[in-house]
């Protein structure tokens, strides 16, 4: 089922190395590392010591009975990553890239950021090696996102402004590959989400493979048996790969990736790849992006920030292209109504974006039956989105 790194990082026909003859050392360097420290047992103790004794691990996987109850079908499950420290699944990739970069000899890590989640959880990692941290964002996202541009600094990180393009994410991306092009030596490109070049795709993988492997373990032993289906949205699509990942080889659980439709998918404001994209290469990867009628990357749009990405992952695709996992759309009003309700039901204030996920949850389990099982998973919490939320309601509350 699993078409691996063997080939050069292919899934399918997706996924490979589009970039530069000057990256090509930089990701030469990271594969073999990478491949070395995936089989060293001390690698791997230190990885768990970390995320059990830093990141809160594991996660709880919590039965929302009363949302059950009220939507009177299948069980119900969240996989809580919105429990992390930091608030969201991010620190399980940042955390495993930066102990690999230290092994490497790296003293300085570089990422590129949209709504500024994957710098803060970046700057956090950089802070507890001791690294130095530089974050790529669009100058515009800087301007919308002046909380998170001070939480960076605050843990000790330089924010560089991008303002080529539309100065939003996929700028910072490309700057991001610019400057690590510029500065291999002492320098790793903490990529943050399954995209971009072989070995990314398959690295921030494995990181976020926790989240199933958990996941898996606390469905049998809660339930005595496995799940339905396994929710999760997708953006770049880590907290989704991360949610299947152990879940791939068991062909009666349904997979289903949520991604943003934004004001609908009959609209050009949207950010759907799957549902309306088309295969191409970008940053670095073969894969599906939103593009205009001349192959140009088409500007995406969500009120979720964290899904605002005109890609989806390689593995992604080609999930989709053999049909073993499936990709709906979600709509902003959808994820809002899914916010307010999980608030109200479960006392749990969701990210916007899992938001997406839990509302395609909402539309099936009434269907399904009461014996059966959905795990849904939160990839964060959503205090960071209550003034967005407010404002779409026509509410103003400081941001
Ligand atoms: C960044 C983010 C996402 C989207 O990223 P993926 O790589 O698709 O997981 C989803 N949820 C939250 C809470 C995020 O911060």
């Known amino acids: 089922m699993e078409a ?5 990082g292919r899934f399918g026909r997706f996924g490979g190395q589009y970039i530069p003859e000057t990256l090509m050392n930089a990701v030469i360097e990271l594969d073999e590392a990478y491949a070395h420290y995936k089989q060293d047992p001390a690698f791997q103790a230190e990885l768990s010591a970390l995320f059990n004794e830093y990141a809160n691990r594991p996660s709880p996987l919590y039965f929302a009975g009363k949302m059950t109850k009220d939507l009177g079908g299948a069980k119900i499950y969240f996989k809580r990553e919105d429990l992390n420290f930091t608030g969201a699944h991010k620190i399980n990739n940042v955390l495993g890239q930066a102990l690999l970069a230290r092994k490497m ?4 890590l570089i990422a590129e950021t949209g709504a500024g989640q994957h710098g803060v959880a970046t700057a956090t990692a ?7 941290c530089v974050i790529f964002m669009g100058k515009v996202d800087t301007e919308r996102q002046a909380l998170n541009v001070y939480k960076m600094k605050l843990l000790g990180a330089d924010v560089v402004p991008v303002t080529s393009g539309t100065a939003t994410l996929k700028d910072a991306v490309s700057e991001a590959f610019r400057e690590w092009t510029n500065r291999i030596a002492d320098t790793h490109y903490c990529l943050g989400s399954v995209m971009g070049p072989h070995p990314f ?3 921030v993988r494995d990181f976020q493979a926790v989240i199933s492997r958990e996941a898996r373990a606390q469905i049998l032993e809660r339930e005595g048996r496995l799940p339905d289906c396994v929710l999760a949205c997708v ?3 880590s907290n989704a790969i991360g949610s299947f990942y152990h879940f791939i080889e068991d062909a009666k659980v349904q997979l289903i990736g949520c991604e943003a439709a934004g004001r609908g998918i009959d609209t050009f404001e949207t950010a759907a790849t799957v549902s309306t994209g088309r295969i191409g290469v970008f940053h670095g990867m073969k894969s599906l992006f939103c593009q205009d009628e ?10 979720s920030a964290g899904l ?14 053999i049909h073993r996992a499936q990709y709906v759309p979600v709509t902003d009003e959808e994820a809002v109504a899914a916010f307010e309700y999980t608030s109200r039901m479960e006392g749990i204030i969701p990210a ?4 997406h996920a839990i509302a395609h949850a909402m539309k099936i389990a009434p269907k399904m039956g009461k014996d059966q099982i959905l795990i849904v998973t939160v990839s964060g919490r959503g205090d960071k989105d209550c003034a967005a939320v407010a404002r779409y309601r026509g509410e103003s509350i400081q941001d």
């Open 201 to 203: 795709p398959t690295i």
């Open 235 to 237: 953006g770049g699509g």
């Open 126 to 132: 950089a802070a507890y090696f001791g690294m130095e």
């Open 105 to 108: 000899g790296k003293t300085r």
């Open 308 to 321: 605002d990405y005109p890609g989806i992952g390689p593995e992604h695709a080609y999930l989709n292209e």
């Open 352 to 355: 916007i974006e899992s938001s």
């Open 4 to 8: 691996d790194a063997g080939k050069k």
């Open 294 to 303: 001349y192959g140009q990357i088409a500007p995406v749009y969500s009120i």
